[in-house]
């Protein structure tokens, strides 16, 4: 015979695995829509396709700034380093924990986090399929990004200010 305390258990487990389930769906209808209005939005003002290669929008000028700076980040808050403190960004540059050009101290970066990289005159970033992701914004990125001045770019507790 079973016992009552084990069919209680059962029925509760099966309660908070429908649960479960029915805020997934709620969930991924909530992107859906929220994807489906932004796509009529665009279509609605005729903007049409970007003209930049990764869909985002259109990427800024020739990689040096008007008063011939080169592209840099600057540290806005990193464990470890002053803020202010700024990585000039020649051609490549990565970021993460392990033997990259911007090496950060962050429990929450992978070995090698994020890439930065020049495609044409645009910088753009990537990330490296970490495991915490990589935030353009405050937006997770989903492919390659390109970066425009004044951008935040964050990666775990690290945050950096893209600046040309």
Same mark, same amino acid.
């Given at each position: 015979?079973? !016992?009552?305390?084990?069919?209680?258990?059962?029925?509760?487990?099966?309660?908070?695995?429908?649960?479960?389930?029915?805020? /997934?769906?709620? @969930?991924? /209808?909530? !992107?859906? #829509?929220?994807?489906?209005?932004?796509?009529?939005?665009? =279509?609605?003002?005729?903007?049409?396709? $970007?003209?930049? =290669?990764?869909?985002?929008?259109?990427? @800024?000028?020739? $990689?040096?700034?008007? &008063?011939?700076?080169? $592209?840099?980040?600057?540290?806005?808050?990193?464990?470890?380093?002053?803020?202010?403190? *700024?990585?000039?960004?020649? !051609?490549? =540059?990565?970021?993460? #924990?392990?033997?990259? *050009?911007?090496?950060? *101290? &962050?429990?929450?970066?992978?070995?090698?986090?994020? +890439?930065?990289?020049?495609?044409?005159?645009?910088?753009?970033?990537?990330?490296?399929?970490?495991?915490?992701?990589?935030?353009?914004?405050? *937006?997770?990125? +989903?492919?390659?990004?390109?970066?425009?001045?004044?951008?935040?770019?964050?990666?775990? !507790? @690290?945050?950096?200010?893209? +600046?040309?």
């Amino acid at each position: 015979m079973l !016992d009552p305390v084990s069919v209680a258990l059962k029925f509760a487990f099966l309660g908070v695995l429908y649960l479960f389930l029915l805020w /997934m769906a709620r @969930s991924v /209808m909530t !992107d859906l #829509r929220r994807a489906s209005r932004g796509s009529r939005a665009a =279509a609605s003002a005729g903007t049409g396709p $970007p003209a930049d =290669a990764t869909g985002l929008h259109t990427a @800024s000028g020739p $990689p040096m700034g008007a &008063d011939g700076a080169m $592209p840099r980040l600057v540290v806005d808050s990193v464990v470890g380093v002053a803020s202010g403190m *700024e990585y000039d960004l020649y !051609d490549e =540059a990565t970021l993460g #924990r392990g033997d990259v *050009e911007v090496k950060l *101290e &962050d429990p929450f970066a992978s070995g090698r986090h994020a +890439q930065i990289s020049r495609s044409g005159s645009t910088l753009v970033i990537e990330d490296l399929g970490s495991t915490n992701g990589t935030y353009l914004n405050e *937006e997770l990125l +989903q492919g390659p990004a390109p970066l425009h001045a004044g951008d935040r770019i964050r990666i775990g !507790d @690290s945050t950096f200010i893209f +600046q040309t």
